[in-house]
């Protein structure tokens, strides 16, 4: 498994504050967080390899993993080795942490926040159960400062179900639309409920395929774009998942003329000066998403994982969710809906507590809310997709030195 850690020039020593590190988990299943979370979002470069001013290196030390194995430059020569459910992957996870942390005392001294996107919220927070374990057993030498959910795919069940209500209420769909979307999403409530993952993962694709054609190709990142898909037909449930597979790179890469992504393209960087650099063996090729990493967890992928919020939660960790207002993918009405279901003992007076406006450097429009009781954090944050770092760099910047506690806060 490939990792890459970055001490921060920036750190500021503080009795009272140790200096975080953040360990960032990408989504898919299957896409790199060394090269897409990286180069594409918060790290201190971007892929024309110029500065990136709204780094979180400016609030944090940054590890990024290819996470599952077979993910960016993280390869398997048994494809029997590809995690099949969410715990394999947090385990392989927790026993990297061992490695790494436990040799070396001053890591030890920060304590980690695990921030996830999309995919990798579910990997979050099977991880932190298994950190938690492994800490408790004296086998892990660190302390665990909290958990970030961002745009996870915490809830499929919850999400599908946003989906034709959202595009019908910004004009995306008809009720011709919603119609057919909601019988959709049905039939995947069900399948979940009977535990028939594989199927649901099937119809997911489905889904996204009837609302490609009923919303001309909406993007799934952002619902005030398209999605950029010139294909006439999208009936075929595997052409529709390939396109589902693939949409990190296209998305990002129709930002890039005007986001802190950069404008270069991030499979030849990756292939060409990085790997170079890094001295990665020549019969190891990196990929922004791994198609056998999504296959192998086709039957977890619509999989939820409130229970172990609520087991998080439980044990006191600090959990923060925090959501694109345009994504679709990850609707902030899916993850509403998820979060109402906690059975954690604060829920009722978390809901109850007020909103607080959020501005960019005190100043400006509101460019987001953030919400708290306790050890349970929300954050709604406005104008901003399924990539919160990339489409609102500034509050995601002062968002992350609140969760993480920075004394460059």
């Given amino acids: 498994m490939f990792w890459w850690l970055y001490r921060s020039p920036y750190r500021v020593e503080d009795p009272s504050k140790p200096w975080p590190i953040i360990l960032w988990l990408q989504g898919g299943p299957g896409a790199s967080g060394v090269g897409i979370g ?35 430059y993280s390869y398997v020569e048994d494809e029997k080795l590809f995690v099949k459910t969410d715990e ?78 959202l595009l019908k209420d910004v004009s995306r769909l008809d009720n011709n639309g919603l119609q057919k979307s909601n019988s959709v999403a049905q039939t995947i409530k069900q399948q979940i409920a009977k535990g028939q993952y594989v199927d649901a993962t099937d119809s997911w694709s489905e889904l996204e395929s009837v609302i490609g054609r009923s919303s001309n190709h909406v993007d799934f990142y952002n619902f005030l774009k398209d999605s950029g ?77 409130i229970n172990e919020v609520d087991e998080l939660l439980a044990k006191g960790v600090n959990v923060t969710v925090y959501n694109g207002q345009i994504d679709l993918i990850c609707a902030t009405k899916g993850t509403e809906a998820w979060v109402e279901k906690l059975k954690w003992e604060g829920l009722h007076n978390f809901l109850s507590t007020d909103r607080i406006p959020l501005h960019c450097s005190g100043i400006g429009s509101t460019k987001g809310f953030v919400k708290s009781y306790k050890n349970l954090h929300f954050y709604w944050i406005l104008g901003a997709g399924h990539f919160v770092p990339v489409d609102q760099p500034c509050l995601a910047l002062n968002m992350v030195g609140a969760i993480t506690q920075s004394p460059a806060t």
Avoid: C, H
């Fill in 38 to 72: 990286n180069f594409e979002e918060v790290g201190p470069l971007d892929t024309d390899l110029k500065p990136r001013n709204s780094t979180w290196l400016l609030k944090a030390d940054l590890l990024f993993v290819d996470n599952p194995v077979g993910t960016g």
């Fill in 88 to 165: 394999e992957a947090g385990n392989d996870l927790t026993t990297l942490l061992v490695e790494l942390f436990n040799k070396n005392e001053s890591l030890q001294k920060s304590p980690l926040y695990i921030v996830a996107e999309s995919y990798g919220g579910k990997y979050a927070v099977t991880l932190a159960l298994s950190a938690l374990k492994a800490i408790e057993a004296g086998k892990l030498k660190l302390k665990l400062g909290g958990v970030a959910l961002g745009d996870s795919w915490i809830s499929p069940e919850d999400f599908v179900l946003s989906w034709g209500p």
């Fill in 229 to 305: 898909s010139d294909l006439v037909s999208m009936s075929d449930i595997e052409l529709s998942k390939g396109i589902a597979k693939k949409r990190y790179s296209r998305y990002l890469s129709s930002l890039r003329s005007s986001s802190p992504g950069g404008g270069g393209d991030l499979d030849s960087l990756m292939n060409g000066a990085i790997k170079k650099k890094l001295k990665i063996p020549a019969n190891v090729s990196w990929g922004g998403q791994s198609d056998p990493v999504f296959t192998a967890l086709s039957g977890d992928f619509m999989k939820p994982r």
